[in-house]
């Protein structure tokens, strides 16, 4: 189904049981909440958790990366003499960054909460949720769909910047603008990846939002049986829609909320299971080659996915099959990736949180957003318009990465720095005091 000139398609069990009681015991113990600190709890790495921010920017680089490929068709690999080792896995694979995204929004999301359950405070208000999620999201969303349509008004950047415009009338539009501002956009074909390609993913964030704030109380009462149900609610998902809707829009069928909800389920669980043995658990927590050697099997299993996918894509559907037979592995994969990294080793989680992953972590939204438009936008470029030297050409295939490299993540720094991190600063009361000044000027 998917060739690397589709640019913007997606190529699309536990231990020894215990008895009941002791189960309904170790359950009730997760549950409860600490009144007081426990003594002797491991203090916390950071307040940004750093393994994360590395996470995060392997998360972009992941989705980068499969971008770059798809007009490149670079393939990495080392010559040693004779020796020929490929890494084609990684940007083939890359896609799957979507997924550890999701990972990592639902860690990030329930942290909050699950501390100041703990702690014995009160949890954040739905107000507070809302506000910081909308400051977030939507205003960077909304100026790359206003930039990408008033530059696909354009004729001559048309076909880069309007490649996936395609409006036979006023109603058509309305109805798709509609739908993005709705974040509705991923339940109807037409609009699933229209405007911009990668927005599809947003519609399934912010769904996620909407029920969040239920999801997170059902986790500070049951984190196991939640964790389960929703694991179980992805797999019967994507089952069934393997047997029931293999149509020429397979991806857009696969890529529903209901088929991500293992990834969102596994970062829940890892925002608890990382407080509890921090406060409960602390000598646990604190064998640190444990953690260490967890986090080393979830890459290397990571990989292994990574590369059994690549094998795969000769098949139609591949990636979507993949997902289907294998998503809750990748999820476990990432948990335990996660989970081992946030109590590993110092000197991991340094490796980990590198400058340039935690880098690539600030700007990973806005470089999301605006990376595929623009790296189709590179590819019309005189410079990188040399017949039919292309694909297959080194020197073309290294110019056109490089300078999408270069350009994407400068336009990502820019809107990051000087549009999204002032908004986020911004307390909501300032936010209201401007509007109010602006509405009624002296």
């Not at 009730?28 to 007081?36: D, E, G, V």
């Not at 084609?88 to 999301?109: K, R």
């Not at 400051?135 to 008033?150: D, M, N, Q, R, T």
């Not at 290397?300 to 996918?309: A, K, P």
Request: net charge positive; glycine share 6%; proline share 5%.
């Amino acid at each position: 189904m998917f060739q690397p000139s589709q640019l913007g398609q997606r190529p699309s069990q536990r231990g020894a049981s215990k008895p009941h009681a002791e189960q309904k015991k170790t359950v009730r113990a997760l549950a409860t909440p600490a009144l007081s600190r426990q003594k002797g709890a491991l203090p916390l790495q950071s307040h940004r958790l750093d393994a994360l921010d590395g996470l995060r920017g392997i998360a972009i680089g992941l989705v980068l990366w499969f971008h770059l490929w798809q007009i490149s068709w670079l393939d990495p690999h080392i010559r040693l003499g004779t020796i020929y080792i490929p890494f084609v896995y990684f940007p083939v694979a890359g896609f799957l960054g979507v997924e550890l995204f999701f990972f990592i929004s639902a860690f990030c999301l329930s942290y909050p909460y699950v501390r100041a359950h703990f702690a014995g405070r009160s949890l954040p208000s739905v107000k507070h949720f809302a506000y910081r999620r909308f400051i977030k999201i939507v205003p960077s969303y909304v100026l790359s769909i206003v930039v990408v349509i008033a530059l696909a008004a354009i004729p001559a950047m048309k076909a880069s910047w309007g490649a996936n415009i395609n409006w036979p009338n006023a109603g058509a539009a309305l109805f798709d603008l509609g739908a993005h501002l709705t974040f509705l956009h991923t339940y109807f074909e037409e609009t699933y990846a229209s405007i911009n390609g990668v927005l599809w993913t947003l519609g399934i964030e912010v769904q996620y939002y909407v029920i969040f704030p239920v999801l997170v109380l059902l986790l500070l009462r049951a984190p196991l049986s939640l964790t389960a149900l929703m694991t179980a609610i992805a797999i019967v998902y994507r089952v069934r829609v393997g047997q029931c809707c293999q149509t020429g829009v397979f991806d857009h069928n696969v890529d529903q909320l209901l088929g991500f909800f293992d990834y969102f389920a596994a970062g829940m669980f890892c925002a608890f299971a990382y407080e509890w043995l921090r406060l409960r658990a602390p000598r646990l927590a604190s064998m640190q080659w444990l953690w260490t050697a967890l986090a080393i099997v979830g890459f290397v299993w990571i990989v292994l996915l990574f590369q059994r996918l690549e094998h795969l894509r000769r098949e139609d559907h591949f990636a979507e099959w993949f997902v289907i037979r294998n998503g809750t592995f990748y999820a476990l994969a990432i948990l335990l990736a996660g989970l081992g990294s946030l109590l590993a080793f110092p000197v991991w989680r340094r490796v980990l949180a590198n400058p340039v992953l935690v880098f690539l972590s600030v700007i990973s939204y806005n470089l999301y957003l605006w990376h595929q438009v623009v790296l189709r936008w590179i590819a019309t470029w005189p410079l990188l318009r040399r017949g039919t030297l292309t694909h297959g050409d080194p020197l073309w295939e290294w110019t056109s990465t490089l300078c999408g490299l270069v350009v994407t993540i400068g336009i990502a720094s820019l809107v990051t720095y000087f549009f999204e991190r002032p908004l986020l600063r911004m307390k909501p009361q300032e936010l209201f005091r401007r509007r109010v000044e602006v509405a009624a000027p002296e």
